[in-house]
């Protein structure tokens, strides 16, 4: 227990809380928290076990809103290409794929923001893209639910399909790297400790992240989701310039 970060745990915590009031998922903030205690590859692997169970709440606490389209649209090139990203992770210099990915974040989210009336049709073209982009970008860099968010908060989704569509989306996508990872040797002995506490941080977070969310209007969720995608891409940018 005394190798335990509990700052770190109470960090995640929040991460899931805000992540589920923004319908992408924690993985946009763990990612750069779990930085701060761990190495890339090992943040890579913590990131995948954490968001098999956080995901697995969410489609427990959202069900009913679940859009199959979507999920067979953004989820299968999604699933495919998390596993090409994760393979390659090995090779990559992420530094400036994270400063295209928050060039790319802050552009879109201003768009929307400034364009309040701006709706993108859920059409298949347009989520077949956002499932690929998220999906690669997940693999690599350890979180693309940015990017999936963005492209269903463009779609204009009722936020309980939103969250739900999302998280069994991100549910295939995390189970999937996470295999890569471990035979990548990301999963390393010395973070097991974490995962029973992970555990009740992914389903205690999703559950107050529900309760908040019940409280929050349409127009304002997603207000919030391109909010919160607009400052991971600040952050992303600013990471990037000092990597």
Known sequence: MKNLQFVFLLLALIAEVIGTIGGFGSSVFFVPIANFYFDFQTVLGITAVFHVVSNLSKIALFKKGIDKKLILYIGVPA??????GGVVSKYLKVTFLELFLGLFLVSLSLLFLIKKDLIIKPHKKEA???GTLSGFVAGVVG????IRGLTMAAFNLEKNVFIATSAIIDFGVDLSRTIVYFFNGYIKEDILIYIPFLVGIGILGTYLGKLLL???????????????????????????AFD
């Open 79 to 84: 699933v495919l290409f998390v596993i090409i």
């Open 128 to 130: 077949v893209i956002g």
């Open 143 to 146: 979180t693309g639910g940015a």
């Open 214 to 240: 019940n409280k929050i209007s349409q127009e304002n969720f997603k207000k919030i989701s391109l909010g919160l995608i607009l400052i991971i891409g600040i952050v992303t940018i600013i990471k990037s």
